[in-house]
Each structure stands twice: as C-alpha cells, then as structure tokens.
C-alpha cells in the first residue's frame, strides 16, 4: 500500500501573496493637567523591484538629535562613541523611532512657525507703539515751538513799542534785552532736538540654544522607556503665556483712578456699595477693620459710616434717602403761562334715592337708573357732558347709601363743585348731612339742586330753612349759596342749573397744563374678565396719551386703550377728562394717583417702594404689653370669618366698612380676603380651610371654583343690593351666637314645715308670698340668699289633691324633682326659661 499522506491534494494550490508593506505602531503623548492620548502610526516600506524578486529596502539608521551649545566655554570633545549596531530591516523598534522622529519634527516645524508668528507680532506691535511715541513727541515740540515762537514775537513787538516811545533810546540795548530774555525761564529760544533713537529690541536666545522649550518634549528614549509621569508645556499655556507678554508690551502706564458720584441710601450693604465705587469689597471690609468695625461683606452699614468710606477712597457721596424714590408731586407747580382753561368738575352729592342719578341722566340724555340694582347708585361714575355753547362740563355720580362714606369723600376730593341733591319732599337726612361736611372738608363750593318740586307733598322753603342748622344758607336768604329747585323727572329748570355751575366755574377761573406728562385720580377700579384690569381715571393736569408709562399707587402699567363714558376709544384724554385706561397690571385702589414716568424701570421701581411701604405697615405690630396680652387672652369673642369679592375697589370698601360696622363685644367679622374680580378656586380653598362663606357682590365663579366649592361644601351668598348683603351678615353672625336664654320669675315660696314622701324623697310645705307656684317649673332653692340646688317641680298639691298651680297667699305641698336637701326656712323661687334669637 502506497503511502499518500505526502501527495498533492487535487485543487489545493497554496495561496499567493506579498509581505505585509505597511507596519503600524502606538505612540502615547503626555501633556499639562494630566492629560494624555494616543496615536496610532502607521510606517510604510520601500519596496525594490530586483532581478531576485522584491525586496524590502532596510530604514535608515535613526541617528539622535545634536544636543544645544551651551553658551559658555565649550568643553574637550568627549570620545566618540561607538556605532550602534545594525539593526535588521524589520526590526520594530527601528521603525517605532523612525515613527517618533517624523511626529518630533512635524512639531518642532509648527512650533518653530508659531514662534516666527509671534515674533513677528511683537515686532509691529513695538514698531507701532514707538512710531504712536515719536508722533507725540513731534507733536509736543512742534506745539512749544509755537508757543514760544509766539511768545517771542508778543515781546519783541511790545518792546519795539516801548522803543518807539522812547525816541532817544539807544539801538544798542537790543541785544543785551535779547540776551536778558535768553536767560529768562520760559524765554528760551527753542533748540534741535536730536533725533529720538529707537529703542533695541532685547535679544532673545536662539532657537537651538533654549533647554526650556524642550523640557516637557516628547522624545524618544522617554516614548520606548514608558516614562509617563513627564507634563509638556499645553499649547494653551503657551497661548496664555504669549498674551500676557503683549499685554505686557502694549500697556503704557497705570490708568489714573476715576472719581465717581456714589448715592448711598440710608442703609446699603458692604458689597453694594462696593460695586457702587467699583472698588474690592475685600478693601472696603479691610479699611471698616481698620476703623475698628467688624464686619462682612453681607452686612449692612449706616450712611455715616459709608460716607467715610466714600470719602476714604477718593469718591464723592451723594446722600439720599428711601422715600426719595417715591414721587413727590406737591412740589410739581407748573408756570402761569403754561395754564389754560378746563372743564369743570362737578360732583352729585346727596342721600339715598333723592334723585341724584335721575338728575344726572336728564341732564345727559341717558337711562343709568334704569340699569341699576335695587334702584339705587352703588358705584360712582365719571361723566362728560357738552353743553349748546360748546362747553364741556364733567359729572361724578356718587352713591348715597350710607355704606358708601368713602366714594363720597373721595368724589369731593377731586372735584371743583358739589352739586347737593335735596329730595323736596323728604327734606335733610343723614348721607345729606354727611355730603355737606365731606363738602366743607374738602373746601369747595356748593350749589343746591332741590329736586322732585313736581311732587304734591314738595316743601322747598323747608328744605331751605333745614339747611340753616348746617350754616348753609342760600342766596334766598342773604347767603353766597346758589339753590335751583328743579324737577329730574319733567326737566324743569335744568338749564338753571347748568347756568348756575358755569357761573360758579367761571368764578373760580379753572387752568390745567395740558402740555406735560399726566396725573389723575382713580374714580374707580374693577378687573374684567376679558380684559384684565380697568381704571376710571380723571386726568387732572397733563395730557395721558395711548402708550404712556404710569404708576398707579402701587401699580405700574402703561396705556394699552383708553375708553371714554360713551364708549368709544380715543388716544388722548386731557385735563377733567374722565377715561376708562386699559393696561395695569394689577387693580390699584380707588382714590390713588396716577402720574406718568419716563420709563418701565422708573415704574417698577416707584411702585416696589410703594409695595414694600404698604407692607411694613401691614406686617408692623402694636407693642404688646401684659395688660394686652392677658386682655387678650381672657377674650371670649367669637369670629365672623367671611371672603368678599366684588365688581369695583369701591364695593370692596364699603362691604368691607359696613361689615366691620355689624361687629359687637360678642362677635366680630374677620374678612380673610377681600378682592375685585370673579370668585377664584384659590378664594374657595382660603374660605374651605376656615369654615368661611363667600359673598360675591355682582360677580359669580368660575366653573372650577364652583367644582371646588361642591367638594369642599363651600357656601355662596350672592348680592347686587348692599343692605340685603348687610342684613344677611346681622343674622349669621346672630344666629353663630345661638339664642339667648332668658329667665322670667313668676313667684317666690317659703317652706314652712319638711315631711317625709315615701322612702326617700321629701316634700316641703311651702307658704306662697308672691306670684304663682306652677307645677313643672324651674325652680331654684336658696338657703340665706345662697342657692342650694337648681331644680323643677315634679309634684305641686294642695291638701290631698293634686293641682295646677298656686296663688299668692296659700299654703301647698311641692315634691322637687333632684333633691332633697330642704329645710324649714328655705325660700323657694319659681321662673320659667325663654329662648330668643339674637339679634345685633
């Protein structure tokens, strides 16, 4: 048997192919912070194409760099040392040096570039910094040339003045003045500067003999040695380096300190007012150390101790104080000659349903009572009417209910003249007497309107003699005060009243500046649903324009739309113009300001002041004292609590006055919240967490304060008429009270003799002195006028028979029901008890 272990397999030929050309290798590099990475290097082969087939061509000898001169002396020449060995052609560790050498002088390639880059910008930079020196230079000596090239010729002109007046002066003093003035200082004559020779440029080592630029290199024997602890220089050093050297070159000097004006406020901080002075709060901090202050740079400092600070480094202080920042509008008085004449403002006045509204609309030509909840006026409204002589006329329509105090002083503080209502038939009631001092307070004239004459019971001449107890007195009866009897509901003698107010207007002479920024007062405020919040605003001086940055109290906004009483939009409103103003950013409360600023910040910035003034009254509390604290504490008042939202700022405070008005020594009223708007999911939490119901006058919720409100078991009270709103409030806060007890005495008994009832209880004799003893009644024991028992009457007899009741003067048996400590001698007192709603 053959042996074909050693035959070719059929097919199986051994693959060609060539010797692998391309050997690849990892280098790793170290650098500044730790940092390192990796290179992979890949080295390719010469291949030679020979008679023999090819052949791989073996790699230069890597020969290592020359070291650098060093620049002293040189040293006797070592011995040379012995060649390295040949290394085979595919040795690795030739290639992976071979691979180092090409990475080292691609670096030193580009950093040679670099430096090259570098010196050639310090170079134009000091050319342009010596040739910016040379020009100045010039510029100097050609300005002292000029100067004394002037003063030269200043004097040798005088002087030949003063030759000429003195005809027989010798010519030859001229030199020796000459040379006087050559000694003088100042009189110099100007001499050739020698050119200014430019400054060396300081060498620099050469390339080949700095050690330092190679000390954290990446070198050969340290890549093959593994030695990784080695940090080269990072090229961001290097940037950072080289920027600071041309900072260095560029700067000319020390910059000379600038003084500031620095505003200290009563009370700043450390670190404030070191950004005030751009200086290091570090040495503001150093120099309060110094003044024996220790503190931080958090802490808060006085304005005296600032302003030696201030003072210390070289500033200027400038003192103000917190409320400066507010707007100061009583010292804003415009100039005569800026003044021109304005509407009146008139303001209605009067007691409840007198007619006043009635009045006002006939006057306009509209229907407001018509609209009215209750038939009363419980909002104030701004109106323009124009009369047939093109004169203009502004109304304030007030409410006259007595729960409305604070809309009828403010209607008399921003008007001109008060137009008092007086029903003819009703005479003076209370909210009459009030206008009439809200009237004298605020120190504007009045005319008396004496409406609804038409009526048959209609007594002028009454209405007129009333007025006499308030030191009112009429033209009628030798006064100064103008009265018009007039009729609202058939117009009679409107026109009188117009001409009466004209006549008064123009008796007072009236002038606004229409020509600078705008300040008014707010009539009213409210927050609509679909347009936010809304002001009426009587601009009193200065034109508000569409677009005008305001503060409002403590509300900044600026002018979106402003709606005039009609209805209409316009883009300015001028002096006694009333205008609904769009824009606000909260609802700000009736009576505030309104005054323009220059810009948002200012807003922003009045208002915070404002805030934070409304707050710490707010939050400041009354010392508290141990008769306080212990008054307090034994104080068994119950509370009230409720959460009022209404349509107006104005229905706000009245609610909330009158509320407050219901409160007694038993209950009092806490309102938790009281706001304009409709009623809001987070006003039902505040009312759910305290048992509190909501009172929504002329508004409603939203869908999910009403869903808030089923979960919670939240109650509503809905009002469009105040006192249904104020009687209801009288009788909760009556009812949280319960009902009082009260004790009605109906006879008095004195027991004469005890006898044993069965075999424990005890019936007393008694003699009737007063009254009627009644069986079932409370009774009450007394022994020597103290009580001993509380009890009732649970059998009343006389003789053997049982009976109803018993008269004065008679003797009875009586079994009392929880006791039997009786004694001969007691008095026995009979009452019944009653309950009865409170009421406050």
Not at 508 to 516: F, G, I, T
Not at 744 to 765: H, I, S, W
Request: a neutral charge; hydrophobic letters at 40%; glycine letters at 6%.
């Amino acid at each position: 048997m053959s042996d074909t272990t050693d035959k070719p397999k059929l097919g199986a030929r051994a693959p060609l192919g060539l010797k692998r050309t391309v050997e690849t290798g990892k280098v790793k590099q170290s650098f500044s912070h730790g940092r390192s990475n990796t290179v992979v290097v890949e080295v390719k082969k010469r291949r030679i194409l020979g008679p023999g087939g090819p052949q791989e061509a073996p790699p230069a000898p890597v020969q290592e760099a020359p070291k650098p001169a060093a620049p002293v002396a040189r040293a006797p020449e070592p011995a040379p040392r012995p060649a390295a060995p040949q290394r085979p052609v595919n040795d690795p560790a030739a290639r992976r040096e071979l691979q180092e050498k090409l990475l080292r002088e691609a670096e030193e390639a580009r950093l040679a570039q670099l430096e090259e880059a570098r010196r050639r910008e310090d170079k134009q930079a000091q050319q342009a910094t010596e040739e910016e020196k040379r020009r100045a230079e010039d510029n100097r000596r050609a300005e002292e040339e000029a100067r004394v090239k002037a003063e030269q010729e200043a004097q040798e002109t005088a002087r030949r003045v003063e030759q000429e007046a003195a005809a027989p002066a010798a010519p030859a003093t001229a030199p020796a003045a000459e040379e006087e003035d050559e000694g003088r200082p100042g009189h110099a004559r100007p001499k050739h500067h020698a050119p200014v020779a430019k400054r060396p440029e300081p060498a620099r080592p050469a390339r080949g003999r700095d050690d330092r630029r190679h000390a954290g290199k990446l070198t050969v024997s340290r890549a093959l040695s593994g030695d990784d602890d080695s940090r080269a220089r990072s090229l961001a050093a290097l940037r950072r380096a080289r920027e600071k050297d041309r900072r260095h070159h560029m700067q000319s000097g020390p910059a000379a300190k600038q003084v500031r004006d620095v505003v200290v406020p009563d009370a700043i901080s450390v670190q404030e007012l070191a950004n005030r002075m751009a200086e290091r709060a570090a040495d503001l901090v150093k120099a309060l150390f110094k003044m024996g202050m220790v503190v931080t740079v958090n802490q808060t400092i006085d304005q005296d101790t600032a302003e030696l600070l201030v003072t210390e480094f070289g500033h200027n202080i400038k003192r103000v104080s917190e409320s400066d920042v507010d707007i100061q509008t009583e010292h804003d008085v415009d100039a005569d000659e800026t003044l021109q004449p304005r509407p009146p403002v008139v303001t209605i006045m009067g007691h409840v349903d007198h007619g006043k509204t009635s009045l006002l609309d006939a006057i306009r030509g509209a229907n407001v009572v018509a609209g009215e909840a209750g038939g009363i006026t419980q909002h104030i409204g701004a109106y323009q009417v124009s009369l047939p002589d093109k004169s203009k006329i502004t109304f304030l329509d007030t409410p006259g209910h007595e729960a409305f105090t604070e809309m009828r002083a403010r209607g008399a503080n921003v008007t001109d003249i008060v137009v008092l209502v007086v029903a003819a038939d009703d005479g003076l009631k209370p909210q009459t007497v009030e206008a009439i001092n809200h009237t004298k307070a605020a120190g504007v004239p009045m005319i008396v309107a004496i409406n609804k004459i038409d009526k048959d019971g209609a007594r002028p001449q009454r209405v007129r003699e009333e007025l006499l107890q308030h030191e009112i007195v009429v033209e009628d009866l030798g006064g100064d005060v103008q009265d018009v009897e007039v009729s609202a509901l058939k117009k009679t003698n409107l026109d009188k009243l117009l001409e009466a107010i004209a006549l008064q207007a123009e008796l007072l002479e009236l002038k606004a500046n229409p020509s600078r920024p705008a300040e008014g007062a707010v009539v009213e405020a409210k927050l609509d649903k679909g347009r936010g919040p809304l002001a009426t605003v009587l601009v009193q001086r200065g034109t508000l324009r569409v677009g005008d940055v305001f503060v409002v109290g403590a509300v900044p906004g600026k002018v979106r739309a402003m709606i005039d009483d009609k209805g209409r939009q316009v883009k300015e409103a001028g002096p006694s113009v009333p205008v609904e103003v769009l824009g606000l950013s909260g609802v700000p409360s009736a009576g505030d300001t309104l005054t323009v600023v220059e810009n948002d910040a200012r807003a922003r910035e009045v208002a915070a002041y404002r805030q934070s003034v409304i707050d710490r009254k707010r939050t400041t509390s009354a010392p508290v004292s141990l008769e306080n604290m212990f008054a307090s504490r034994a104080s068994q008042t119950k509370e009230f609590p409720l959460v009022v939202k209404a349509d107006v700022q104005g229905s706000v405070e009245a609610i909330v006055s009158a509320v407050n008005r219901i409160s007694t020594e038993d209950i009092k009223a806490r309102i938790l919240h009281s706001g304009v708007g409709a009623i809001t999911e987070s006003d039902v939490i505040l009312a759910a967490a305290s048992g509190a119901p909501i009172i929504g006058f002329n508004v409603r919720p939203n869908a999910k304060a009403r869903e808030t409100a089923e979960r919670n078991k939240v109650e509503f009270r809905y009002y469009d008429v105040i006192y249904h709103l104020t009687d209801w409030v009288r009788e909760a806060m009556g009812g949280q009270l319960g009902p009082e007890i009260v004790e009605t005495v109906l006879g008095r008994a004195e027991v004469k003799e005890v006898f044993p009832a069965g075999k424990r209880d005890k019936a007393a004799g008694l003699l009737v002195l007063e009254g009627v003893i009644r069986k079932g009644l409370h009774a009450r024991l007394t022994r020597e006028d103290v009580i001993v028992s509380k009890t009732t009457i649970s059998s009343l007899r006389r003789f053997k028979d049982d009976v109803a009741e018993v008269r004065a003067g008679l003797e009875c048996g009586v079994l009392l029901a929880d006791t039997n400590d009786i004694k001969p001698g007691d008095h026995l007192e009979v009452f019944e008890v009653e309950e009865r709603q409170r009421t406050l």
